[in-house]
């Protein structure tokens, strides 16, 4: 074998957006593309000398091709070892585990996540730093100055490296050892979680649907919900990873997990529903005939999470991105623990988590978490959904109908418009910006307006700045808005809105989110010209 150093340029556009670099796969499939950035991932963290990473992704197309690659490039350029899932396939909140378990120096994660998979669709790359989180802005930023000054990179010349035998092979002078991609992660779950609680639970009659969406969460799903808590065969579906994801679109929501929700929603519903994404960090919660916003969920989960015990002596304090509905905030506040507002994306997360100001973490997004990694983690969710079901022997309605008397109801929609003009959407949140300080007092669709601005966040541990992370618009009446341009997104733009409003009255508890956010709707659109500036009659996705 030798090291061949590659002349190269940079390449524009690879700059990590909210959680890693994502394009089209054909983009990371073009000459150097990706060689490019995996030497700028090893550039910008002070070189791979010496270093042991995990290497890990989500099975979609091209996910096998790149692991090889990464493999040789990491050999070339002198680690000591690369720690990969088998078959080069880690669900992230598992490599999340890995890189802390082990104490490596990081880790490389292959996904693009709730985004489709294929030829024809999106891939992504994204690396983690020892603590087993998504690299902070910092590192992301000496990544992305590397790309713009990057002239070579170095590739061993060797074969592929058999990634299917579970063991140690020598790749040159790099260790490779390829390892079960469920057992630590499984371990794991059964510290932080009663499992003979649940296999009771199972055992007396309690059904369940687990949607993997052709997904990695399949193997993980069945050996633990199947092969170790004891629920049905068969209850998990559509649990064979494929590389399209089954021609689907891997996000747990309403929209794209619509054959679990109509299972739910119909008389043959099993008990419990649950979904997970592409690469098995996002959760979707549905009890028979109800759905749980994640923001819903969170907030639910903080208040009953002292029942599972990973987390019997309670939380240190709960985190939730800025979009996220304020239904966290209430539980954290009758509970008297911190609640922090962070911008979109896990990252932000890691300093509190490490530094142990909060427990619990959430996005609207479907993503839950807590300090047993350093990713969100959609299985950790469903599996604390189960353990406090177990405890309590509620259901999923009664707990949430039980939540709402006690702290309220925070009535949550988010609008997504898709794949739109990207000058276009950047007017609008432009137009948004300039009107700002005019819009205090204004009355909109029968409410107005109290504050307006646009977030920026200071993170309380190290001091980093994030601004432009979202346009706010508060109501007199508690409601709110915020809009904000996706930074996931891999065609033109996705604006994102985020449409909120409290109700304390349990009578009036038991609407149609949509109906009982109509006029926050409205005035989004009103405020914003949605309908004018995009062209767009309705959102794509209404979560
Ligand atoms: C979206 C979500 C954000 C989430 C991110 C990564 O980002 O809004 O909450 O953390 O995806 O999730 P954006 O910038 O498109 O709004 V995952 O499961 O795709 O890693
Ligand atoms: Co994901």
Known sequence: TRIAIHDT???????????????KTRTFMEPHFLENFVQSIFDGIGGADGKTFVLGGDGRYFNDRAAQVILRMAAANGAAKVIVGQNGLLSTPAASHVIRKRGTDGGIILSASHNPGGPDEDFGVKFNTPNGGPAPEEVTSRIHAATKVIQRYKILEAGDVDLETIGES??????????????????????????????????????????????????????????????????????????????????????????????MMGPDAPDFGAASDG???????????TYVTPSDSLAVLAAQAHLAPGYANGLAGVARSMPTSAAVDRVAEAKGIACFATPTGWKFFGNLLDAGMATL??????????????????????????????????????????????????????????????????????????QLSALEGVEVE?????????????????????????????????????????????????????????????AKQHLDPQEALAPVIAAADDLAGIRDRTGRDAPDVRT
């Open 9 to 23: 340029t940079p390449i524009d556009g690879q700059k990590p957006g909210t959680s890693g670099l994502r394009k």
């Open 170 to 263: 020598r790749l040159d002078g790099m260790l490779v050892e390829v390892i079960d991609p469920v057992e630590d992660y499984a371990a794991l779950m059964r510290e932080l979680f009663d499992f003979d609680a649940i296999r009771d639970l199972f055992k007396g009659g309690f059904t369940m649907a687990f949607d993997a969406m052709h997904a990695i969460t399949g193997p993980y799903a069945r050996r633990i919900l199947e092969d170790e808590l004891g629920a049905a065969p068969g209850t998990v579906r559509n649990g064979t990873p494929s590389p399209d994801f089954g021609g689907g679109h891997p996000d747990p929501n309403p929209v794209w997990a619509k054959e679990l929700m109509d299972l």
């Open 279 to 289: 690469d098995g960090d996002r959760n979707m919660i549905v009890g028979k005939g």
């Open 361 to 434: 973490c959430g996005e609207e997004s479907a993503g839950t978490g807590s300090n047993h990694v350093r990713e969100k983690d959609g299985l950790w969710a469903v599996l604390l959904w189960l353990n406090i079901l177990a405890a309590t022997g509620k259901s999923v309605a009664d707990l949430l109908s039980e939540h709402w008397k006690e702290y309220g109801r925070n009535y949550y929609s988010r609008h997504d418009y898709e794949a739109l003009d990207a000058v276009a959407a950047g007017d609008l949140v432009d137009g948004l910006r300039e």
């Open 446 to 506: 029968g409410l107005t307006v109290s504050d307006a601005d646009e977030f920026s966040y200071t993170d309380p541990v190290d001091g980093s700045v994030a601004n432009a992370q979202g346009i706010r618009v508060h109501f007199e009446d508690g409601s709110r808005i915020v809009y904000r341009l996706s930074g996931t997104g891999t065609v033109g733009a996705t604006l994102r809105v985020y449409l909120e409003r409290y109700e304390s009255d349990p």
